[in-house]
């Protein structure tokens, strides 16, 4: 194992976004020490061309895997819209263009949802994780309502108009922890931290 001066082994986390990064580390912090790819050394994006978030996910996870050859974990998340099948998915996060900004795509999400009823959506995330040459997948999903506008300044992304079910604020309005427990990341990530409690608890490893 490779652990650093606290004893914590480290993980890679294929991103360059500081809030997922933010939100993972709060979730893992007693098992690893997570650092994002800025911290890896790693300024360039990967290419997300896949047509679906396992396939971006995988192509995140192997890409850095090839490149460093340590454990590393990468995901992919979709908001996924009812109302217009399943859109934006794995595009969400340059809907609005190759700017990837989250305001202009909050503006078209609600632009393309203006007089429709049906305002039902889910977040799903798929977490690769690479650990001893292996690879495993884990999905996280949480089902919700769209507003009609913005609510909170927490978060980010889509996370002003989406309303879990079961709450009346926004992801927006909750705190990290409480985003945390129930997102659809925060979903995924409990699935790979379960695993990791098993396989840490094997002798051997
Ligand atoms: P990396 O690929 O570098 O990890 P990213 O910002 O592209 O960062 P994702 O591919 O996982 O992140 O997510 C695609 C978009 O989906 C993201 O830019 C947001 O617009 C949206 N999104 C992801 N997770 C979200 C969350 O927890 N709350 C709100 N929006 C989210």
Redo the contacts with the bound molecule.
Sequence with gaps: MNLNSLGKETLI?????K??LE?VNHLLNDFFNVIG?HDAGFGD??P?DEPT?EG?ARF?ARYIYNKLHKNVF??????EIEALNGE?GVI????AGEG?N?ED?IQLVLKKLHGVENRRAQ?R?VICLIFNHQEFLFEGVVKGTLLTEKNGIS?????PI?KPDGYEDT?AQMPMEL?NKI???GLAMQKLIAFFANMLALPGI
């Design positions: 986390f294929a991103t360059q976004n809030h997922k939100e790819l994006d990967i997300e978030l971006n995140k990468a995901d992919d998340t979709g908001l934006p969400s996060a340059r809907y990837k989250p795509n977040f995330t978060g980010f992304g889509y996370d989406f992801f985003k997102s659809h990341r």
